[in-house]
């Protein structure tokens, strides 16, 4: 609806409509002048409507501006379109995006939902935010619940000793027949993490894709028992994923490893890894320390090593109690590790340090004991300090 500008010469309640004022017969007598007169001031006035409403100032641009909310995908952010649209290459309806969807367009690669500046790192794995052209500012919390990974196991019973075939389908929730297509994250599209429920035993794994859409691994238990699968992976357009698979298998369970203090200095393969042995760790605060890796006495440089799945390092993190489930991967500083984690609850995690030399994989184990804190607290004296603060990390 065309809105005139106040004060205009065709506002309705200063100037009554031209058929009132010009319709119908005159009781006066009709001149030839007056009439001419009329006419010219009547198309005058038809003349000035028509200019108005095709410069009426702002008011058909309010209108548009409001009603032109943005659209898209969930699960494929570069699919926009109007309310009620569905993605083109999923067919799930579009959902409005927020108001400073642009605001931020760096992001992990891993926990999408940490934002940040060009340079910032993510406040849970400490990887480095990457520039996201398709970042939407969805809400990721609500994405959540959004995709589930199906497990399957052939035969349905593992047995220890034998080989299984472990086969995982990321799907939709709301549409488990609908194809879900995987970002590669460190080089894998999927990180398999296998460990024993005492996490005594420890594989991390890279299922392959298959034609159906679904990852395979054929894995050979090495003793039966409870067992967890972390399933961790980024659907595309979607946000970081873990899902948690127990697993039992049959066969002699090993005796459980009760984990009862902290055990700072992984040995592995002639290598010593140690954590930092100043590091204070506690719950409510993005935690930073380092990690130096030592062969025969002499420091092993960082940067030396090979890269393994993109990266100098993967630690891999687990709750003993909860289970919780954290996967880091370290910066390289003065030939040191440089890592930053969350942790949710206080006690012991048991953590897996590894890092590739000559082609071979190196597994180093040690337990981090984490004490209740406060928001704030848990960071340790590290040159850093400051600089995170203005780049505004924080834990999520």
């Known amino acids: 609806m065309y809105r005139r500008p106040i004060g205009s010469t065709l506002n309705s309640k200063t100037n009554p409509p031209a058929r009132s004022r010009f319709g119908g017969q005159s009781k006066q007598p009709k001149k030839q002048m007056r009439t001419f007169l009329t006419s010219c001031t009547l198309a005058l006035a038809l003349c000035g409507t028509a200019l108005l409403i095709s410069c009426g100032g702002d008011a058909p641009a309010e209108q548009n501006t409001t009603d032109e909310a943005t659209y898209a995908c969930p699960m494929h952010p570069e699919v ?14 579009l959902e409005a995006v927020k108001a400073d969807a642009h605001a931020h367009t760096y992001a992990c690669p891993m926990h999408p939902e940490v934002t940040g500046k060009e340079g910032d ?62 970002d590669a994250v460190h080089e894998k599209k999927l990180h398999l993490i296998m460990v024993s429920s005492d996490l005594s035993q420890f594989d991390h794994q890279h299922p392959e894709y298959q034609a159906d859409g679904s990852y395979t691994l054929s894995h050979t238990f090495p003793s039966g028992g409870d067992f967890l699968l972390y399933a961790d992976y980024k659907p595309t357009g979607g946000g970081h994923e873990v899902e948690k698979i127990p697993v ?23 290598y010593e890894v140690t954590i930092d042995p100043k590091a204070t760790f506690s719950t409510g605060s993005l935690q930073h320390f380092t990690a130096r890796v030592t062969k025969a006495g002499k420091a092993v440089d960082a940067n030396a090593v090979e890269n393994y799945l993109g990266a100098k390092a993967h630690v891999v993190v687990i709750g003993v109690q909860n289970k919780d489930y954290l996967h880091v991967h370290p910066e390289v500083e003065d030939g040191a590790y440089d890592l930053h984690a969350s942790f949710a609850t206080p006690g012991f995690y048991k953590g897996w340090f590894q890092f590739q030399t000559e082609g071979k994989v190196h597994t180093a184990e040690f337990i981090l004991d984490v004490k209740q804190g406060e928001v704030g607290e848990g960071h340790t004296d590290h040159d850093h300090g400051a600089e995170k603060e203005e780049k505004g990390e924080h834990a999520h």
């Open 80 to 93: 926009t379109g109007k309310a009620g649209d569905n993605c083109s290459k999923c067919g799930m309806p």
């Open 121 to 182: 790192k993510c406040s849970k794995c400490g990887m480095a935010l990457e520039h996201n052209d398709n970042a939407m500012n969805m809400d990721h919390d609500a994405m959540g619940g959004m995709y589930k990974m199906a497990f399957a196991a052939d035969p349905a019973k593992p047995e220890m000793g034998k080989a299984t075939l472990l086969k995982f389908t990321p799907q939709l929730v709301a549409s488990p027949s609908q194809p879900v297509a995987l």
């Open 248 to 270: 039992k298998v049959d066969g002699v369970s090993l005796p459980v490893k009760m984990i009862t203090a902290e055990q700072r200095i992984g040995k592995v393969d002639g």
